[in-house]
């Protein structure tokens, strides 16, 4: 079964740069969230989107901006990157309302130098 | 405001033996409970959950999770450890109330499983 993409899954950026990671949903999934967990962390909530629209949004930074497009694919767009900014990014995503399951993606490990 | 505590950093289990653990949550309306697991840079894979009805959720993998209200509390059971469980548990909240989307997560529990 096809499970959540996520790419790149490392990312080296340098401090004051910018970084998108891209998320690609289970097919027909219709809500993406985007978590970021610290080393020895939980994952923390930083935003979701449903059709395409910002649904909840969390502990993210107003450096951090992010969207969702018309294929229900997601981007996360940091800029001014700082060190602490270096974590696992995890995209998931659902179907419907109610309480739906998420299914999560591998992550991609940004390491801000 | 919501949360969860995971109470325990680390729980040790010899193989064969049952295992718990732990969960308490706090939310202002009713809860929506969920039990992941992650295993070494790997995302969270869902286990289960509690909506309502049944106080005791069967999940993955032999898992199971049992719901009490009195003690706000949804620890996750296995009647016989296996090695292969060896991995971070988190449990996770969401309230029926507010923030429809949003997921409060513990900090984690390392579950070793020894032969």
């Known amino acids: 079964a096809a499970g959540v993409i996520q790419s790149p899954r490392h990312l080296i950026k340098e401090k004051r740069e910018t970084a998108t990671l891209k998320c690609y949903p289970i097919?027909?999934?219709?809500?993406v969230y985007w978590y970021q967990q610290g080393p020895g962390q939980d994952p923390q909530f930083l935003i979701s989107?449903?059709?395409?629209?910002?649904?909840d949004k969390g502990s993210i930074p107003d450096r951090f901006s992010a969207q969702q497009f018309s294929d229900y694919h997601s981007e996360l767009n940091m800029s001014s990157l700082e060190l602490g900014d270096s974590a696992l990014y995890f995209c998931?995503?659902?179907?419907?309302?109610?309480?739906?399951?998420?299914?999560f993606g591998p992550g991609t490990r940004l390491t801000v130098t | 405001a919501q949360s969860v505590a995971q109470p325990e950093d680390q729980v040790n289990v010899a193989e064969g033996n049952p295992l718990t653990v732990k969960c308490t949550y706090s939310?202002?309306?009713?809860?929506?409970l969920f039990w992941y697991v992650q295993y070494p840079n790997r995302g969270l894979q869902f286990l289960l959950k509690?909506?309502?009805?049944?106080?005791l959720v069967k999940g993955s993998y032999g898992f199971e999770a049992e719901f009490n209200k009195s003690q706000t509390s949804f620890h996750l059971k296995k009647p016989s450890a296996l090695v292969s469980d060896s991995a971070l548990y988190f449990c996770?909240?969401?309230?029926?109330?507010?923030?429809?989307?949003?997921?409060?997560f513990g900090s984690g529990t390392k579950l070793n499983v020894k032969p």
């Open positions: 998931a995503s659902s179907l419907g309302r109610g309480v739906p399951v998420q299914y």
């Open positions: 097919p027909r999934h219709d809500t």
């Open positions: 989107f449903y059709e395409k629209m910002q649904s």
């Open positions: 939310v202002s309306g009713n809860p929506y």
């Open positions: 509690y909506i309502t009805g049944d106080n």
């Open positions: 996770a909240v969401r309230d029926s109330r507010y923030n429809f989307n949003k997921f409060y």
